[in-house]
């Protein structure tokens, strides 16, 4: 039928109540993609917090793909066990609420489920890749994480004299709330 389309819903409309649709739906999408998603550390003082202000600097590059960062965090778990282990921060923002983290209800540790983790009492070891990092635990020089957007590699040997190109290594004085804290952040070359 001329004049006529067929809507997802299987509705049959009018050519101009299609249109209004198409565009209404346009809007919709370019107001959800202009729309500054909530940064969780924003606003807060963190300032007696280098940990959680070092963080918060970071939220909206990794959100944005901009710049992906590993955290190398060493601490003492809730059982009291030395546990360690890099955590690929970007990803830990898409698939974990960070509200609780900048408030101070929770605290960020290394999981099972992160790029590396380590018990150093019962020796468990574990190694994932995530969307954004691939692990190379087999490398004479040490651990290595390669960036699957721009396929550089990120050296967390910290006698190392560079972390790799665009790689930066940055030390945090937890100020007592974890044993060691180092951030590497990558940037991420993007196509314009």
Do not use: C
């Not at 290394?110 to 590396?116: A, Q």
């Not at 995530?130 to 960036?147: C, E, M, R, W």
Request: charge should be positive; charged fraction near 30%; hydrophobic fraction near 30%.
């Amino acid at each position: 039928m001329v004049g006529y389309r067929v809507l997802s819903s299987g509705i049959n409309a009018e050519y101009g109540e299609f249109e209004a649709r198409k565009q209404l739906a346009e809007a919709s999408r370019l107001s959800k993609r202009s729309q500054k998603k909530s940064l969780a550390g924003a606003g807060k003082d963190l300032s007696s917090q280098p940990f959680l202000e070092a963080l918060a600097k970071r939220e909206e590059a990794n959100k944005t793909g901009k710049m992906t960062s590993i955290i190398f965090i060493r601490d003492k778990n809730a059982r009291g066990q030395e546990i360690s282990g890099y955590i690929d921060y970007a990803h830990r923002l898409k698939t974990e609420d960070f509200e609780p983290y900048f408030n101070g209800k929770k605290r960020l540790l290394p999981k099972l489920s992160d790029l590396s983790f380590y018990n150093w009492e019962t020796q468990k070891s574990t190694s994932n890749a995530t969307p954004n990092y691939q692990v190379i635990a087999d490398n004479a020089s040490g651990l290595l994480f390669k960036n699957k957007r721009d396929r550089k590699i990120v050296n967390v040997d910290p006698k190392a004299s560079r972390p790799g190109d665009n790689s930066t290594r940055v030390p945090i004085a937890s100020s007592g709330q974890y044993t060691q804290v180092v951030i590497y952040d990558h940037i991420t070359r993007r196509k314009t």
